[in-house]
């Protein structure tokens, strides 16, 4: 096995001198994912230098671990969306609603939301991190500071803002994004694509129902966008 991961580091080298894009060895790295606590420990080379192991690496904007949950990646998102909100409150602190609004849509929801078909949270510890964010943009925008002795709820400020919540927004998300891979909209490898579930027709069933993978030993895979949009649409056609 590590042979033939060595000959395709070499393939990657070769093509890259080819084109002309030499890879940065000091920026690639090797990250293996698994499960076991005891990992085979093996030393890859790129242009006879050896690559650095790290157990995450960010990969075009998502934060992976080697455990392949995304943990570390939520936490990363919600500090970059604090950090903008906490420049909009700065600098937008006497304009009106709409203008805070249009920019929490803007600049500060986008951070909350990219690649989530990715990194979709399941567990109610990293949803809760996500829409605290949102709430607080929510707050600022209707102009309503903290009243310790007659708190408000920052959930009714969120549907006073005709908004939903996150994790409402990215189940659409996936859904929308199953549709795209379905109806052929978007480039995907066919074994990539969805197998059609083989049922009899039933009152509750419809044409768009999907195979699911079954039971799967890590619950990232049991969460995938696969398994969740997979769920959703088979209760509703697509």
């Not at 709409?98 to 990219?114: C, F, G, I, Q």
């Not at 607080?136 to 309503?144: E, G």
Request: glycine share 2%; net charge positive.
């Amino acid at each position: 096995m590590i042979i033939n991961y060595c000959k395709k580091i070499l393939t990657l080298v070769n093509w890259s001198s080819t084109w002309q894009m030499e890879f940065n060895v000091s920026k690639c790295a090797i990250m293996q994912a698994t499960n076991k606590r005891s990992k085979t420990d093996f030393t890859y080379e790129m242009k006879g230098e050896n690559l650095e192991k790290v157990s995450h690496q960010p990969y075009l904007g998502v934060e992976l671990c080697s455990n392949l949950k995304y943990n570390l990646h939520i936490d990363q998102t919600c500090k970059k969306a604090s950090r903008v909100l906490g420049f909009i409150k700065r600098n937008l602190k006497h304009c009106p609603p709409s203008v805070k609004e249009r920019a929490n849509t803007s600049l500060v929801r986008p951070k909350l939301e990219y690649c989530s078909t990715i990194w979709n949270p399941h567990t109610n510890n990293n949803i809760n991190k996500l829409e605290s964010v949102q709430k607080n943009a929510a707050r600022f925008v209707l102009n309503k500071p903290h009243n310790y002795k007659k708190p408000d709820s920052t959930t009714e400020m969120v549907k006073n803002l005709n908004s939903e919540t996150l994790d409402q927004r990215r189940k659409t998300f996936d859904v929308i994004l199953l549709y795209k891979v379905v109806h052929h909209l978007i480039a995907v490898p066919i074994q990539h694509r969805p197998t059609m579930a083989e049922i009899k027709s039933t009152r509750l069933s419809h044409a768009w129902n999907f195979r699911q993978f079954g039971q799967i030993s890590m619950c990232t895979n049991t969460h995938s966008f696969h398994e969740q949009s997979y769920y959703g649409t088979n209760y509703h056609r697509l």
